[in-house]
């Protein structure tokens, strides 16, 4: 099982739809067409799930969430899946 895991966007890509999105120090790009309405920043937080992000939290709620996957012991798997987003095209 691997729930949702907490990311930071560091880049947006408008045309896309598409952000570039740091979990733990690895980079990846996600889908946000899902949460596009919120009125997305670079900063903001997103739990993200299969490569797209379903919502946007907060930093303690994202800071929660890992804390949670690690306690799970969850937090390996959901950087495996991490790893494997089909978006990436930078690192």
């Known amino acids: 099982m691997c729930l949702a895991i907490p990311g930071q966007i560091v880049a947006l890509e408008p045309e896309t739809h598409l952000a570039l999105v740091e979990v733990l120090g690895v980079r990846r790009r996600v889908n946000v067409d899902l949460v596009w309405d ?14 797209f992000a379903l919502s946007k939290v907060s930093e303690q ?29 930078a690192e």
């Open 38 to 51: 919120e009125g997305l920043r670079e900063g903001d937080w997103v739990l993200i799930h299969v490569g």
């Open 61 to 89: 709620e994202a800071a929660a969430q890992l804390r949670l996957l690690e306690a799970l012991g969850e937090d390996e798997q959901a950087m495996e899946e991490v790893r494997g987003y089909l978006f990436d095209v």
